[in-house]
């Protein structure tokens, strides 16, 4: 089973900028389009942006222009880019398959992104 490991989180002030990473074990990664999550504390897990195997990517309206998804298949890693930064995106962010895919990998444990002065 594929493991996940997300780092990159941090305190931040706003409009402030900070890139998350994730890791995955094993190849089959580079198979799949996968996703960033985030579940900010009382809130559902919400989808924030996807790549697919072929590079190309999607985002919620929240983070249309401020965030950046990008992959490197050789190192088995997703990025997040996030860039001016509110309020409003702290959250434990999370990567996975992206919705519809036919495998879920195992959940990280996500990495906290908290955006305060």
């Known amino acids: 089973q594929v493991q996940l490991v997300e780092s990159g989180g941090g305190l931040v002030q706003p409009g402030g900028s900070l890139r998350l990473s994730c890791v995955a074990s094993?190849?089959?990664?580079?198979?799949?389009?996968m996703g960033w999550y985030r579940q900010a504390p009382g809130k559902q897990r919400e989808l924030v942006a996807t790549?697919?195997?072929?590079?190309?990517?999607n985002y919620a309206d929240s983070v249309k222009g401020r965030f950046t998804i990008s992959r490197d298949n050789a190192k088995n890693t997703v990025y997040l880019r996030m860039n001016s930064l509110n309020s409003e995106d702290t959250a434990v962010y999370y990567c996975?398959?992206?919705?519809?895919?036919?495998?879920?990998?195992?959940w990280g444990l996500g990495t906290q992104v908290t955006v305060s002065s």
């Open positions: 996975n398959t992206a919705p519809g895919a036919k495998l879920v990998f195992v």
């Open positions: 790549i697919t195997s072929g590079f190309n990517t």
């Open positions: 094993g190849n089959i990664f580079r198979t799949y389009a």
